[in-house]
Nanobody
């Protein structure tokens, strides 16, 4: 599986960005796919994920109501629409997948290379 994340950039506070993660070699047997981020000097944290086991999308409290996870199965691509961005959303954003879903923070089988999101105040 190869994951290619894109869509990052510089945006002003309150602005929007849409991240994309294109997967190749992805099969329906991967039951978890998620977005993570790592800010400078901080640990990586999960932002949003989808479980095909129970067809549920999850969001971290810090982004709930502002970020939206979506997917296009035909194109093997998932998206993260980020609205009302804040300076604290500044981070490198990664997508990842897992064969089995045990929770968003357990999605760890394959990772994309990351895309940088910078939100200026």
């Amino acid at each position: 599986v190869q994951l290619q994340a894109s869509g990052g950039g510089l945006v002003q506070s309150g602005g929007s960005l849409r991240l994309s993660c294109a997967a190749s070699g992805f099969t329906p047997s991967y039951h978890g796919i998620g977005w993570f981020r790592q800010a400078p000097g901080k640990e990586r944290e999960w932002v949003s994920c989808f479980s095909s086991t129970d067809d549920t999308t999850y969001y971290a409290d810090s982004v709930k109501g502002r970020f939206t996870f979506s997917r296009n199965n035909a194109e093997s691509t998932v998206y993260l629409q980020m609205n009302s961005l804040k300076p604290e959303d500044t981070a490198v954003y990664y997508c990842a997948v897992a064969r089995l879903f045990y929770g968003c923070d357990e999605i760890d089988d394959y990772w994309g290379q990351g895309t940088l999101v910078t939100v200026s105040s």
